[in-house]
């Protein structure tokens, strides 16, 4: 069974970075599109941003654009998610995904991700 664990989350104030890592464990003979989800408390689940299986397309959500970069290193079975230019509305839960389908390219949407992990915290505050 595939598990996910998120790392690196922690406190940061505004402007600061940093580099959340979703690392695979279990099955992991085949590579899954995987997606980073925020939550936080009071609000719904936001997708952030999706890596591909082999890495070659991502997608992200408007309000990170040019600020966060996903990426992924299949050798070590693991997604990163490098987030600058921290804003205090990006505090929250935030949680990967993996997507089973096998079919190309990745989606935001929470409903055709199969594992999640625990979620790592993030807070953006002075």
């Known amino acids: 069974q595939l598990q996910l664990v998120e790392s690196g989350g922690g406190l940061v104030q505004p402007g600061g970075s940093l580099r959340l890592s979703c690392a695979a464990t279990g099955f992991t003979d085949d590579y899954y599109a995987i997606a980073w989800f925020r939550q936080a408390p009071g609000k719904e689940r936001e997708g952030v941003s999706c890596?591909?299986?082999?890495?070659?397309?991502?997608n992200y959500v408007d309000s990170v654009k040019g600020r966060f970069t996903i990426s992924r290193d299949n050798a070590k079975n693991t997604v990163y998610l490098q987030m600058n230019s921290l804003k205090p509305e990006d505090t929250a839960v935030y949680h990967c995904?993996?997507?089973?389908?096998?079919?190309?390219?990745?989606?935001?949407?929470?409903?055709?991700?199969?594992?999640w992990g625990q979620g790592t915290q993030v807070t953006v505050s002075s």
């Open positions: 890596i591909s299986s082999r890495g070659d397309r991502t």
């Open positions: 995904a993996a997507d089973k389908s096998l079919l190309a390219g990745c989606f935001m949407t929470s409903s055709v991700y199969d594992d």
